[in-house]
T-cell receptor, first 114, second 115 residues
Framework: DGGITQSPKYLFRKEGQNVTLSCEQNLNHDAMYWYRQDPGQGLRLIYYSQIVNDFQKGDIAEGYSVSREKKESFPLTVTSAQKNPTAFYLCASSITSQGRQPQHFGDGTRLSIL | DQQVKQNSPSLSVQEGRISILNCDYTNSMFDYFLWYKKYPAEGPTFLIS?????DKNEDGRFTVFLNKSAKHLSLHIVPSQPGDSAVYFCAAVAYSGAGSYQLTFGKGTKLSVIP
């Protein structure tokens, strides 16, 4: 089945630690995205990538980093500089970012601080 | 400043009746709109979309209406079913430069369909 796989589903982080959230897609999509959702809030864009080896900051990129070394993979690192990392993180992909195409989402990773 | 607003955090509807979810936007550069449905602990799934050159798009029980002059869109679900109970997000697309388009989401409306 084609889709987007995010792992782990739940993640706990100690203060001062960096953690990496995995996102893999087998849809052959060029564009990938990371969003953050807080309770009662819409989705806010952290980073996006239009193509391999390229990525752009979204609205709330501070304290996060990404890489796009392979088309299928777009991992997100939540660094210790992110002061309020507790949230639900969603990865998405679309065929390209050059058009009005629906984004397909993974099932998310819930990150909590210990 | 919220560019996409869903002013009703929740909505309850009887099974078989019509559900109407509303969305307002402020950015006149938005030219494509989507509705997503989200169950707890899952990612959103795409439901239906509409281009700004249309005022209506229909897909089975789901119809989206767009009123550009009022900067308002709505999602109608007829008839509503218990399985429709979920959070519905309105999203709008605008060109963001460098050949890419960005999606802006509303905060969502939680729909409960009562059997």
């Amino acid at each position: 089945d084609g889709g987007i796989t995010q792992s782990p589903k739940y993640l706990f982080r100690k203060e001062g630690q960096n953690v990496t959230l995995s996102c893999e897609q087998n849809l052959n999509h060029d564009a990938m995205y990371w969003y953050r959702q807080d309770p009662g809030q819409g989705l806010r864009l952290i980073y996006y990538s239009q193509i391999v080896n390229d990525f752009q900051k979204g609205d709330i990129a501070e304290g996060y980093s990404v890489s796009r070394e392979k088309k299928e993979s777009f991992p997100l690192t939540v660094t210790s500089a992110q002061k309020n990392p507790t949230a639900f993180y969603l990865c998405a992909s679309s065929i390209t970012s050059q058009g009005r195409q629906p984004q397909h989402f993974g099932d998310g990773t819930r990150l909590s601080i210990l | 400043d919220q560019q996409v607003k869903q002013n009703s955090p929740s909505l309850s509807v009887q099974e078989g009746r019509i559900s109407i979810l509303n969305c307002d936007y402020t950015n006149s550069m938005f030219d494509y709109f989507l509705w997503y449905k989200k169950y707890p602990a899952e990612g959103p799934t795409f439901l239906i979309s509409i281009s700004s050159i249309k005022d209506k798009n229909e897909d089975g029980r789901f119809t989206v209406f767009l009123n550009k002059s009022a900067k308002h869109l709505s999602l109608h679900i007829v008839p509503s079913q218990p399985g429709d109970s979920a959070v519905y997000f309105c999203a709008a697309v605008a060109y963001s430069g460098a050949g890419s388009y960005q999606l802006t989401f509303g905060k969502g409306t939680k729909l409960s369909v009562i059997p």
